[in-house]
């Protein structure tokens, strides 16, 4: 294998096929899977509801993530949002603007 002075491979190499899934993963995968079936599953996911109707902050976070994805952009801070308004922009805006 020929490699470039910054560890790539060179121009025209065709490289490998790539590291294939450890046996350890897969036994690991497995055991989980065992211990937590659909029913378990549906138990942690009603506590989750529950508890994070009840204000439990960390429960809304991992219901949030796993419902609708983590979010791809951060919220503005306050400074900004309140330099937009005294700009007249809309701080909605702000984040399509920065792109």
Not at 2 to 28: I, L
Not at 45 to 71: F, S
Request: hydrophobic residues 35%; negative net charge; contains cysteine.
């Amino acid at each position: 294998m020929d490699r470039e002075e910054n560890g790539r491979f060179g121009k025209g190499n065709p490289g490998g096929p790539g590291r294939h899934p450890r046996s350890t993963e897969v036994a690991y995968m497995n055991a989980l899977m065992e211990e937590c079936d659909v029913e378990t599953w549906r138990k942690i996911a009603k506590l989750a509801v529950e508890d994070a109707k009840g204000g439990d902050a960390c429960a809304r976070e991992w219901l949030g993530r796993y419902l609708i994805g983590a979010p791809k952009e951060s919220a503005p801070n306050l400074v900004s949002v309140q330099l937009a308004l005294l700009s007249e922009i809309d701080p909605v805006l702000m984040v399509y603007a920065k792109k």
